[in-house]
């Protein structure tokens, strides 16, 4: 065996020089959607509240954003997270959300894998059946219900912030489109949605369509930004802006899910799994047309056939909106884990995306 090869199997770790940045993350996925958990090496963030630190990072540490999520370490559908403190006493942790664009408001799949790493971590005390967790995102506080079997996350369920209806069935011009008929409403973030039953569209929701997908997504999604004047959070400006766009296929679908999601969101990022926010703003869209009653559950499935649960928990008056409080649920896993390092010469060490 030559020494090089010996080499080769005995030297496996690599040390970076000292002033090489590193940053350490936890690599999740939820119904395929990616979620890169940053763990440790991240600046500290200054700020009182979630809303807080969020500016903060997007002032002064936004490269770091583009260095975790873009090329080469990572990829234009890419997501992540950080974990900060909460806005009180009562919360358990706070967290950020990041994509190819920059920080959303809320995302369900985070939130499914953030409490099963809670959990398989040990961050929190962990019993067998329901453990719950107060987490603080961007628009506002989520509780999520971690079950436990014999050690080991079997699923997890959260209950969003009050979600509501702003319009059903409003129409915009969309260049090569035409008339398109959507829904907005507000699931922890805006969305357009759109019915393919409504709209005479020339694509399927199928991976065969995935690039018509994202033109006509985003070519819809600032159409409703230019025309709709109501993408108005009733509380809090930083959350007053359309996040994507869902279409939606409300035929049963053959592997029994009662329907189909698939959003564009960010910068033309296509949801693998059949997205937590979006799931909830369309609960709030079935209870206002009465498609859904309390105890009732719909199993929505994604581009990649993935599926979440969703259903109504309540209902309660937030600004002038009657909100519903829905619930979402879908599993998480554990992907890999992984030190990332910069080199100060490297050229790209900021990340690049190419699509």
């Known amino acids: 065996m030559s020494n090089t090869y010996q080499n080769i199997l005995s030297k496996t770790n690599f040390n970076p020089p000292k002033d090489w940045m590193q940053i350490k993350t936890i690599d999740m996925h939820t119904g395929g959607e990616p979620l890169r958990v940053i763990v440790s090496g991240f600046p500290k963030l ?20 583009t260095a975790l999520l873009f090329e080469p370490r990572g990829h234009a559908d890419m997501y992540g997270c950080i974990l900060v403190p909460p806005n009180d006493d009562d919360g358990d942790f706070g967290i950020l959300f990041l994509h190819n664009e920059g920080y959303s408001t809320m995302c369900g799949h985070a939130i499914i894998a953030i409490s099963t790493l809670a959990v398989e971590m040990n961050w929190t005390s962990v019993q067998e059946g329901e453990n719950i967790l107060k987490i603080d995102a961007p628009c506002g506080r989520i509780t999520s219900f ?9 699923n997890v369920r959260f209950h969003c912030v009050p979600s509501f209806v702003v319009g059903l069935n409003r129409i915009v ?16 973030a805006f969305y357009a949605y759109v019915d393919m039953a409504k709209n005479n569209f020339n694509f399927d929701l199928s991976t065969d369509s995935y690039r018509n997908l994202i033109s006509k997504g985003m070519d819809i999604k600032h159409a409703v930004m230019n025309a709709d004047n ?3 959070h009733p509380f809090e400006n930083d959350l007053s802006f359309l996040y994507g766009t869902i279409f939606i296929d409300n035929n049963k679908q053959p592997f029994g899910a009662d329907s189909k999601n698939v959003c564009i969101f960010a910068e033309g990022e296509v949801d693998r799994c059949p997205t937590g926010s979006g799931v909830s703003g369309r609960m709030a869209i079935h209870k206002a047309r009465n498609e859904i009653a309390y105890g009732e559950t719909m199993s929505i499935e994604s581009i990649t056939g993935s599926v979440f649960k969703g259903s109504v928990i309540s209902e309660e008056d937030y600004g002038t909106f009657k909100a519903v ?4 649920e879908g599993s998480a896993y554990i992907t890999g884990m992984h030190t990332f390092v910069m080199d100060p010469n490297d050229p790209m060490k900021e990340g690049f995306i190419l699509r």
Do not use: H, M, W
Not at 46 to 64: H, T
Not at 173 to 188: I, R
Not at 325 to 328: A, E, H, N, R, S
């Open 325 to 328: 409080i829905p619930q979402v």
């Open 146 to 154: 971690v079950n436990v079997k014999n050690g080991k996350v079997t």
């Open 173 to 188: 011009d969309v260049a090569g489109l035409g008339k398109v008929t959507y829904d907005l409403a507000y699931g922890g």
């Open 230 to 232: 109501e993408i108005l």
């Open 46 to 65: 200054r700020g009182n509240s979630v809303l807080d630190y969020r500016r903060y990072c997007k002032e002064n540490f936004d490269y770091l954003r």
